[in-house]
């Protein structure tokens, strides 16, 4: 496995692979969920090319940029396990060379829903994602569907600019209480962790309601909201169900295949989680 540290390292180790190369940007504090993208990666394409950088852009003032866990050691020692060809890990210099002004924006879609709460959050997203395909240049993307907004972000992106990457979203990886993975989790304390659980609990609820045939969009989001808000610790962000494409908020009764999103912090952690509801072709 090669490991880079600047643009020119990388562009030259990634010259020498042969044939398709799969990407797998991640911030580190590496999961089961960012080794199930190298894992599909590995599957699909000739080499895996993992990237390993905790982009400061993306993090609003006051958020955890600081704080975010780093164990590069441990994120190399798993990269190598799961037979990662090249590891990119610069230092924040080479990603934004002194006096870089250029932003990419994805308009309305970077607004709402995650956007508004992390102001700037998906600006920074896009920038950094086009800076990696830019060094990489690779034939496929992998992005977890944990990060469903980020996901349409980067597909949007990568359609708009022409930039010929396939973009692909993999499914979210659970712990066994049903949390989805995250490396925030390691800000919860065991009671947070617990409570955390009522998350993926919610969407599962109103899922189960959805396949029995439930389609109205506020007791669908009510569903999620109260199984949360009965956990003391939580304060919800948000909780949303809007369409899978567009993110424009459900009202009435459903009918397109949407998307059921919820932001919740505990403690010192800011946790999402979704599902998808889809409409069964037989109703549509
Ligand atoms: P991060 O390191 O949090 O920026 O995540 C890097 C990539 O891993 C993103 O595409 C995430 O959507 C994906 N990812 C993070 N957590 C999970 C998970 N639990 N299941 C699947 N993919 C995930």
């Known amino acids: 496995m090669l490991i880079a540290r600047s643009v020119e390292e990388c562009r030259e180790a990634r010259a020498q692979l042969v044939g398709t190369v799969g990407l797998v940007p991640t911030m580190g504090a590496l999961h089961e969920g960012h080794r199930s993208l190298?894992?599909?990666?590995?599957?699909?394409?000739?080499?895996?090319?993992?990237?390993?950088?905790?982009?400061?852009t993306q993090f609003a003032p006051g958020?955890?940029?600081?704080?975010?866990?780093?164990?590069?050691?441990?994120?190399?020692?798993?990269?190598?396990?799961?037979?990662v060809s090249l590891?990119?890990?610069?230092?924040?210099?080479?990603?934004?060379?002194?006096?870089?002004?250029?932003?990419?924006?994805?308009?309305?879609?970077?607004?709402?829903?995650?956007?508004?709460?992390r102001p700037g959050?998906?600006?920074?997203?896009?920038?950094?994602?086009?800076?990696?395909?830019?060094?990489?240049?690779?034939t496929r993307g992998y992005f977890g569907q944990k990060d469903a907004q980020q996901l349409l972000v980067i597909r949007r992106l990568a359609r708009d600019l022409l930039l010929g990457v396939e973009v692909v979203g993999c499914p979210i990886?659970?712990?066994?209480?049903?949390?989805?993975?995250?490396?925030?989790?390691?800000?919860?304390?065991?009671?947070?962790?617990?409570?955390?659980?009522?998350?993926?609990?919610?969407?599962?609820?109103?899922?189960?309601?959805?396949?029995g045939g439930l389609r109205d969009a506020a007791t669908l989001r009510q569903m999620v909201h109260d199984e949360i808000a009965a956990q003391p610790l939580a304060r919800i962000d948000y909780v949303s169900l809007a369409d899978e494409e567009t993110l424009a908020e459900c009202d009435g009764r459903v009918t397109r295949d949407a998307l059921l999103s919820v932001a919740v912090r505990f403690g010192k952690a800011r946790l999402i989680d979704n599902a998808v509801l889809r409409v069964p072709p037989t109703s549509r």
């Open 38 to 56: 190298m894992r599909r990666a590995l599957a699909e394409c000739d080499h895996v090319l993992a990237t390993i950088f905790v982009n400061p």
């Open 63 to 83: 958020e955890d940029f600081a704080a975010y866990p780093r164990s590069e050691e441990a994120d190399l020692a798993a990269c190598e396990d799961e037979g």
């Open 87 to 117: 590891v990119f890990i610069p230092p924040v210099e080479e990603m934004y060379p002194e006096g870089a002004s250029t932003t990419v924006s994805v308009g309305e879609l970077s607004t709402i829903l995650e956007g508004a709460s």
């Open 121 to 138: 959050h998906f600006d920074g997203v896009a920038t950094i994602v086009t800076k990696l395909f830019a060094v990489t240049t690779p």
């Open 173 to 211: 990886i659970r712990e066994e209480s049903g949390l989805a993975m995250s490396s925030r989790n390691a800000y919860l304390t065991d009671e947070e962790r617990a409570q955390a659980a009522a998350l993926s609990r919610g969407l599962r609820t109103a899922e189960t309601g959805w396949l």
